[in-house]
């Protein structure tokens, strides 16, 4: 079954706006990562966060983990028509080197 | 390094035909996943290799699915026979074994459409 849950499934802002999505699972974690998926194209690693990590930053991007609540959210500050792209975030159990289970992630759509 | 390159990009194939995708994996990734990505299921986990051991195939829908990977450098995911449900994008991915907390790197997929 699917470990992770995105939402929304789809959101559209205006370029400049921040757009936040977030994400859910069921099982404890060693860690959490977001992935972006152009059309057409495969996912590319963005972001990761540990099981101890409550906030993580890279560049636009702010991750956020709160572990109590088995959730997750990805804020992409001052968006540009070039961030349109499905996000996944993916988890890692905490038993150990096990594979990425991903949600269905959410589309964005960002408009000029 | 080129990445994961996997072949071949589109595949149109009659029900009932052989499939087969390929998949060369970053050069040192001990790790190789197969997903399989539709709308309506999303990304599912089909097997995943160690050391070119496959260690977890539960999620190989089929026995008409199997993976091989006889060297560190090339994989193979068939389906024989193939049916129009197993329309969808296939993923390989490789990840070195430097511990849970490293990142996946994925291919460019290989879109299949069974007629």
Redesign the interface.
Known sequence: S?QGEEDPQALSIQEGENATMNCSYKTSI??L?W?RQNSG?????LI?I?SNEREKHSGRLRVTLDTSKKSSSLLITASRAADTASY?CAT?RNS??????????TRLSVIA | DAG?IQSPRHEVTEMGQEVTLRCKPISGHD?L?W?RQTMMR??E?LI?F?NNVPI?DSGMPEDRFSAKMPNASFSTLKIQPSEPRDSAVY?C?SRP?T???????????TRLTVV
């Open positions: 699917q060693n860690n990562q992935y194209r495969g996912l590319v690693h990761l540990r996944f890692v150990g080197n096990t594979p990425l289970v991903f949600g269905k992630g | 994961v790790y996943f997903y999303g990304l986990l995943y160690n977890d993923f991915a074994s511990g849970p907390n490293t990142e996946a790197f994925f291919g460019q997929g």
